[in-house]
């Protein structure tokens, strides 16, 4: 069982360093929650990282705390890495697996999602790839994140038809403002499959907390024009909705 919110950890190593994300996740589990969720490519993105910095925070912060009996972590692969390394090929699953485990200072990953889809390589190669790692004790659980939902079931009919362990969440693009696509073309994948669903950027990245209001407001943060977006009428009418 895992708490019903969960901490995402993209910005660790971006906007907040090792010692705000401490604060953080000490307070996040203090408050009695337990799902932490990252990925090997955060925060790749931000001037002078390379890659892996939040699962190297979340592995300092394990290590010190002493808390990885209490919290169930949650990483994804399949971004790219630079210097051709991405994809979901069972070579780079196991070289990447390995990289995660080092990095996050464990022995095993609670919940190993595929990032992206690869469309290049079969689904009966990254299944069996990821079944093989369970079998190794070094993940638990998969699921799937900006998959469309043909692949996560021709994925789970593979593994099915194959007594392999299949995807059994997805982690999709899903708020107050951005519905139609879960609503339309997941939902009954979602009820079908029995998948558990850890919705990001679940407050429009910040929009939906009714901090930003105005253009001036994106320049608070980093992070603050990819919030831009929305900022118009109907962004207005849901906030205002929202009290």
Do not use: C
């Not at 950890?9 to 932490?36: P, Q, R, Y």
């Amino acid at each position: 069982m895992v708490s019903p919110l969960t901490l995402g950890g993209n910005v660790f190593g971006w906007t907040l360093d090792e010692k705000k994300s401490f604060d953080i996740l000490d307070a996040f589990v203090h408050m009695g929650f337990n799902f932490i969720d990252t990925a090997d490519t955060y925060s790749r993105w931000a001037p002078g990282n390379h890659g892996g910095e939040s699962e190297m925070i979340i592995g300092k912060w394990l290590k010190k705390s002493g808390k990885r009996t209490d919290v169930f972590i949650a990483t994804k692969l399949g971004g790219d890495m630079g210097d051709g390394k991405k994809g979901l090929s069972a070579k780079y699953i196991k070289q990447e697996v390995e990289a995660s485990l080092k990095r996050l200072q464990t022995d095993h990953i609670d919940l190993y999602q595929s990032h992206y889809d690869d469309p290049e390589t079969p689904v009966s190669e990254t299944m069996t790839a990821f079944n093989e790692l369970i079998k190794e004790g070094k993940v638990r659980y998969i699921g799937a994140s900006n998959f469309s939902a043909e692949r996560i079931r021709e994925s789970n009919d593979f593994a099915r038809e194959n007594n392999l362990q299949p995807y059994i969440s997805l982690q999709p693009l899903y708020n107050l403002y951005d519905r139609q696509k879960f609503e339309k073309q997941y939902l009954k994948l979602v009820t079908d499959e029995g998948l558990g669903v850890i919705p990001y950027y679940s407050l429009a990245s910040g929009f939906l907390s009714g901090k930003y209001r105005s253009e001036a407001d994106l320049g608070k943060i980093a992070r603050g024009q990819g919030i831009k977006k929305y900022l118009n009428q109907r962004g207005v009418r849901i906030l205002a909705g929202m009290g």
